[in-house]
């Protein structure tokens, strides 16, 4: 996977990896006592003194030479970075640029500053080191609980080696060692993080590994290629754009706050950026490559709110490697699975006008302690095409609440109610609830850890949910619990198919177990089958689905007088108490054999999702929509966030900043529930994604034979079969048949994550074969390869 021609290009990564004669103790590791940071030599995070001669001569190559002239431009107009004018001072050999960056020098706790004060320390008189050791010794006391690997070597060496010492041994094993396993975890070696794309970048990505590069410079212990999280962060990214914008944005998922800001739709934050250069030549990457010529190149140029970057122009000078070819990703299958985070994303293609969904069912987001701003949001999906149509709903990031002006937007910071109540819970997302009541969950001293809403899910996990699950509660670091599983995958140009189990994403008390089996028929086709068994037979289940405008009924619609006015409320603009609901209303009934309609209706917008639900049947249920101003976040009759500075000032539903992060204001919630209460309830529904110039979703109809239950869509002369056990191991089957062919497919019953099913692509020689698809392609099985 890891060519030559990678690992030669990486500057001052494995220069010193070979085993010294002699080792010398640094934080309790062992390393060779030749190694830059044990003789005191500075540069040593970023590159070392031996690899400065190398760096030099490969700046002759023209496009290296081009990357020189754009850095040079960049320190000649005022805005580079402190870093970029240290590695310019380094590689040019012009003192001015030292000067300049030793200007800009600003201690602080992240990696930055112990990067550029690293570079700038080689032009220093010892007296001058010490003085700078000193203020990074200085930022390490202030600012304990951070990771300082990174700052600790770069004050090594310069009389506060005693207490250097102590701090490294301890961040060595807990940020350097244990961080890259854990960040590894999410990786998977599919691509993943613990938190959101905004974040990652500031974090997940960029501090993990600019401690590995670090570590690996200064010491000669190679942890970069330890690094599958950075190995795999480019389809993390471009996987989860969305395919209409005319400039990347990402889909909104998880505590993402702003989908086009350039810190989202790159690890941008603290240069990060930079780093994927590194990735990209290390692991010879090449949809690496093609990111960051593509969009490295530009996002932190211009696109996004803001564009303060500089086109990792430093990690180029450093690590580009201009032989290595990039990889577009329309030579790639439309189709992946992140294990971990059970981000299961589906395109019908390439193209603007693509299709895309992305089913959810993994491990719950670990951002924040406890429940945080981690969404409850297991069984979940997003589906877009030239528009958001079933939307991912909620405000989980205090930049949105101040944005939108919600309630407790001066006083209550990540405890906002609407955050807390609404956007993080799961009835903010296209998932199911079982339940009414709200149920606390207890810490210490039976203090309040959360509140579960609405029947949802749960990130944290009462002592006593072990036992009845039947589950030993997982020790220390130990990683074997999954709050929801993806159980079976399989992709192939004909369909994508996920089914995910949740049940241990709900309390124990409300769900037996809870699976959903989602089926994806490309281009635009989806069936999805539910299976939930509440742990009682007076609890609701509810099918949930979001839409950022009203939703249209083909059958018959009324007003829902089951909520009295007088039992409706909103949330006061101090966050802390209840208001009478100032416009009662905002719920419908539905009834009949329909189908709903859902436009997006913002500007330039085209797409349209058909919604048919097929079970349970018209008789037994009951379908209602609850939204508009002011009952666009309810939970269980209050509304949840805005004020009448949302709709008034902020412009509630036309709000920019609204739309582009999906949030919701004016949005309305689909529910479906069972009117007969009793054992397993089982929900069937398919939805057809197009544009506003279809009239009418194509014909659907419910199908049923013995033990299997499921959906015949005739789409022009194709008429697909889809259909699943209804009881017993997650099962299924496919029948396609026109043209006088018919053709069966039984879906997968394990995870088979691999992209064997596209042998017939024309591109598929080129992923078997060219070493630049092996990183994203991953191992191929032995009877696609023969």
């Known amino acids: 996977m890891n060519r030559v021609v990678g690992v030669l290009m990486v500057a001052g990564v494995l220069a010193s990896s070979a085993i010294a004669a002699e080792t010398v103790r640094i934080g309790g590791v062992e390393v060779p006592a030749d190694c830059p940071v044990a003789r005191g030599e500075h540069p040593r995070l970023l590159l070392s003194r031996a690899d400065i001669p190398r760096l030099r001569r490969r700046l002759t190559q023209p496009m290296l030479a081009a990357e020189l002239a754009h850095a040079r431009k960049f320190a000649a107009d005022g805005r580079a970075s402190a870093i970029l004018l240290g590695v310019l001072y380094h590689l040019a050999?012009?003192?001015?640029?030292?000067?300049?960056?030793?200007a800009k020098l600003r201690p602080g706790w992240n990696q930055n500053y112990a990067l550029a004060a690293d570079l700038v320390m080689a032009g220093m008189t010892p007296a001058e080191q010490r003085?700078?050791?000193?203020?990074?010794?200085?930022?390490?006391?202030?600012?304990?609980?951070?990771p300082h690997v990174t700052l600790a070597l770069a004050a090594w060496g310069h009389?506060?080696?005693?207490?250097?010492?102590?701090?490294?041994?301890?961040?060595?094993?807990?940020?350097?060692?244990?961080?890259?396993?854990?960040?590894?975890?999410?990786?998977?070696?599919?691509?993943?993080?613990?938190?959101?794309?905004?974040?990652?970048?500031e974090h997940f990505y960029t501090e993990w590994f600019t401690m590995a590069l670090a570590w690996t410079t200064a010491t000669g212990q190679d942890w970069v290629s330890k690094c599958d999280f950075a190995a795999h962060t480019p389809e993390w990214y471009i996987f989860h754009y969305r395919p209409w914008e005319p400039v990347p944005a990402c889909v909104h998922v998880g505590v993402t706050a702003m989908c086009r800001h350039w810190q989202t739709i790159a690890p941008a934050k603290f240069e990060g950026d930079n780093l994927t250069v590194l990735a990209a030549t290390r692991f010879y990457d090449g949809l690496g490559q093609w990111w960051i010529r593509h969009i490295i190149s530009k996002v932190s140029m211009g696109w996004g709110t803001t564009g303060l970057g500089l086109?990792?122009?430093?990690?180029?000078?450093?690590?580009?490697?201009?032989?290595?070819p990039a990889v577009d990703p329309k030579t790639l299958p439309p189709a992946r699975l992140f294990p971990e985070n059970g981000h299961a994303v589906m395109r019908s293609?390439?193209?603007?006008?693509?299709?895309?969904?992305?089913?959810?069912?993994?491990?719950?987001?670990?951002?924040?302690?406890?429940?945080?701003?981690?969404?409850?949001?297991?069984?979940?999906?997003?589906?877009?095409?030239?528009?958001?149509?079933a939307a991912d709903t909620g405000a989980v990031h205090s930049l949105n609440n101040a944005a939108l002006g919600f309630a407790g937007i001066k006083n209550m910071g990540e405890d906002r109610p609407h955050m807390t109540h609404y956007a993080r819970q799961t009835i903010a997302h296209n998932s199911i609830t079982v339940g009414r009541k709200p149920l606390p969950l207890k810490g210490y001293k039976d203090g309040v850890l959360g509140v579960v809403v609405r029947g949802g899910q749960s990130p944290i996990q009462q002592p006593a949910w072990w036992k009845a699950w039947g589950l030993e509660k997982p020790k220390g670091d130990a990683r074997s619990f999954r709050e929801g599983?993806?159980?079976?995958?399989?992709?192939?140009?004909?369909?994508?198919y996920a089914a995910g189990d949740a049940t241990h994403s709900y309390p124990p008390q409300r769900v037996k177990s809870a699976t959903r089996q989602f089926v994806y028929l490309r281009p635009d086709t989806f069936v999805v089958f539910d299976r939930v068994t509440p742990a009682a037979d007076d609890l609701d289940v509810i099918w949930n689905l979001h839409a950022l405008y009203e939703p249209a009924w083909s059958g018959q619609r009324r007003l829902d007088d089951s909520l009295p006015a007088d039992r409706q409320f909103v949330i006061a603009p101090d966050g802390k108490t209840r208001q009478p609901n100032p416009l009662p209303g905002g719920r419908f009934v539905h009834t009949g054999d329909g189908t709903f309609t859902i436009d997006d209706r913002w500007p330039g917008m085209t797409g349209r999702l058909f919604v048919r639900p097929l079970l349970p049947v018209a008789r037994d249920r009951t379908i209602r929509t609850i939204g508009g101003p002011w009952h666009d976040f309810e939970v269980s009759g209050v509304n949840y966030g805005p004020t009448a500075?949302?709709?008034?000032?902020?412009?509630?539903?036309?709000?920019?900043?609204?739309?582009?992060?999906?949030?919701?204001?004016?949005?309305?919630?689909?529910?479906?529930?069972?009117?007969?209460?009793?054992?397993?309830?089982?929900?069937?529904?398919?939805?057809?994604a197009t544009d506003q110039t279809k009239a009418a979703m194509p014909p659907v109809e419910r199908v049923a034979v013995a033990g299997k239950l499921g959906a015949r869509i005739t789409i022009g002369?194709?008429?697909?079969?889809?259909?699943?056990?209804?009881?017993?191991?997650?099962?299924?089957?496919?029948?396609?048949?026109?043209?006088?062919?018919?053709?069966?497919?039984?879906?997968?019953?394990?995870?088979?994550?691999?992209?064997?099913?596209?042998?017939?692509?024309?591109?598929?020689?080129?992923?078997?074969?060219?070493?630049?698809?092996?990183?994203?392609?991953?191992?191929?099985?032995a009877s696609a390869v023969e």
């Not at 599983?485 to 994508?496: C, K, M, N």
């Open 717 to 781: 002369p194709r008429v697909c079969d889809v259909t699943f056990a209804t009881a017993g191991p997650l099962a299924g089957e496919v029948e396609v048949s026109g043209s006088g062919r018919t053709t069966t497919h039984a879906l997968a019953q394990t995870v088979q994550d691999h992209y064997g099913g596209w042998s017939s692509s024309p591109h598929f020689a080129a992923w078997r074969n060219r070493p630049e698809y092996s990183n994203f392609i991953g191992k191929l099985p």
């Open 311 to 324: 086109g990792a122009a430093w990690g180029k000078l450093l690590w580009l490697d201009p032989d290595l």
């Open 645 to 688: 500075e949302t709709y008034g000032k902020r412009k509630g539903a036309h709000n920019k900043h609204n739309r582009e992060n999906s949030i919701g204001v004016g949005g309305w919630r689909i529910e479906i529930s069972h009117d007969k209460p009793g054992g397993e309830r089982q929900f069937l529904v398919v939805l057809y």
């Open 349 to 389: 293609d390439w193209m603007p006008n693509a299709t895309y969904a992305l089913f959810r069912c993994g491990r719950f987001g670990e951002i924040d302690g406890y429940w945080g701003r981690n969404n409850a949001d297991n069984l979940h999906f997003l589906i877009g095409k030239r528009g958001i149509l």
């Open 159 to 201: 009389g506060q080696d005693e207490y250097l010492d102590g701090i490294l041994a301890r961040s060595y094993r807990r940020d350097l060692a244990g961080g890259v396993a854990y960040n590894n975890i999410w990786s998977s070696g599919r691509g993943g993080s613990s938190m959101s794309h905004g974040y990652n970048g």
């Open 485 to 496: 599983r993806i159980v079976a995958y399989e992709t192939s140009p004909l369909l994508d």
């Open 93 to 102: 050999g012009e003192k001015t640029y030292l000067d300049q960056a030793r």
């Open 131 to 146: 003085a700078e050791a000193g203020k990074l010794v200085e930022t390490i006391r202030a600012n304990r609980w951070r």
